[in-house]
């Protein structure tokens, strides 16, 4: 028995000391320089779609003014809501639907409930849903901000905003979000980010000459990517550091402790990727062509409405290219869904 367990711990320690070699490392890093990505198991399905269509859970949602229509990827219909009156406003999240009539806002879940949300003066203007709480933008006299949390509670309710909001963050670990509006003085952008939970402001920073357009929280500290600079900022509203931005930003992501930023350099595309102390981890070369970004279980994608790009190793791999545009992708896992106007494509990025 001694001799078995001796054995085993010899293996295990085997193991434990060519998965921590550097030749090991070494040897992996090299099949990854030279592997080449590209989508197999390739399905085209044909779909039906109104004049508006995007992802919506695990399929596809349609719409238009009157008619909301929820398919599986195979084209099958798994629920409609019609309504009699007109909708003003159609919004969609990633699993929830905003319907504004008159001044009522209806709210619809992937299973086809339907909720009242609020009555409200005014138009919506935006939706966005995040850590699993829906911030939501209307416009009347001015404009109005309402935060709803996970059980469909209104937890910002009518919080007035008197210059323009162009950028809303939600917590994960609180009630607490970020804010940021916009007004111009003598034709000067000047920017206030906010940091608030429910209407009491923690903290706030002006931000001139130039425009934000992102704000993100995590762990309690903000960021802010401008046009001209990338800013983070501690719970406590102190400007950690800021980094300044040279080039025009053609896409954006913050994930998994990076800030990922596309950038077009005159006639190069780079991805720039940095960590949350503003030290800048990688650059890799990205096709001229490359307009958009998306950063998936450390899979960096740069596309435009025909191609797609998997960036590796500082290489680009073609991984798909078609004629007709697309309007959308998603990546689950190593599956790849490829959205257009009549039909969906389908793979496995290997």
Excluded: C
Excluded at 102 to 118: G, R, T
Excluded at 213 to 219: D, L, Q
Excluded at 245 to 253: C, M, S, V
Excluded at 279 to 285: A, F, L, S
Aim: a negative charge; glycine letters at 4%; zero cysteines.
């Amino acid at each position: 028995m001694r001799k078995i367990i001796l054995f085993i711990l010899i293996i295990l320690i085997f193991i434990i000391t060519v998965l921590y070699s550097p030749y090991f490392k070494e040897f992996f890093e090299t099949l990854e320089e030279k592997k080449i990505y590209k989508v197999e198991n390739i399905k085209s399905t044909g779909i039906n779609t109104l004049e508006e269509f995007k992802f919506f859970d695990k399929g596809i949602i349609s719409y238009n003014n009157q008619k909301i229509v929820y398919t599986d990827y195979n084209n099958n219909i798994l629920w409609e809501n019609q309504n009699t009156e007109f909708s003003n406003k159609v919004f969609v999240t990633d699993n929830n639907i905003f319907r504004q009539t008159n001044n009522k806002i209806m709210m619809l879940d992937k299973n086809n409930q339907e909720y009242v949300i609020a009555e409200i003066d005014g138009n919506i203007i935006n939706v966005s849903r995040e850590n699993g709480k829906i911030g939501m933008v209307v416009k009347g006299n001015g404009q109005t901000l309402y935060i709803i949390n996970e059980n469909n509670e209104i937890i910002v309710d009518n919080k007035k905003i008197n210059d323009t909001i162009t950028g809303i963050s939600i917590n994960d670990k609180s009630e607490a979000y970020s804010l940021i509006t916009l007004n111009f003085e003598n034709g000067v952008p000047v920017n206030t980010l906010y940091y608030l939970i429910d209407d009491v402001e923690l903290w706030s920073s002006l931000v001139s000459n130039e425009i934000l357009i992102k704000t993100k929280v995590v762990n309690n500290n903000v960021i802010a990517i401008g046009t001209k600079n990338i800013y983070f900022y501690n719970n406590n509203g102190k400007l950690m550091w800021k980094n300044s931005i040279y080039n025009k930003i053609l896409g954006y992501e913050i994930s998994q402790n990076r800030i990922n930023i596309l950038f077009e350099k005159g006639q190069i595309t780079e991805l720039i990727t940095y960590n949350f102390e503003g030290k800048v981890m990688e650059i890799q070369t990205a096709p001229s062509d490359a307009k958009k970004l998306k950063i998936v279980d450390n899979k960096a994608l740069v596309y435009n409405n025909n191609a797609i790009y998997l960036l590796h190793n500082n290489k680009a791999d073609k991984i798909f290219e078609e004629t007709e545009i697309f309007e959308e992708i998603l990546i689950d896992g190593n599956n790849i869904y490829i959205l257009f106007k009549n039909k969906i494509i389908t793979g496995q990025i290997k």
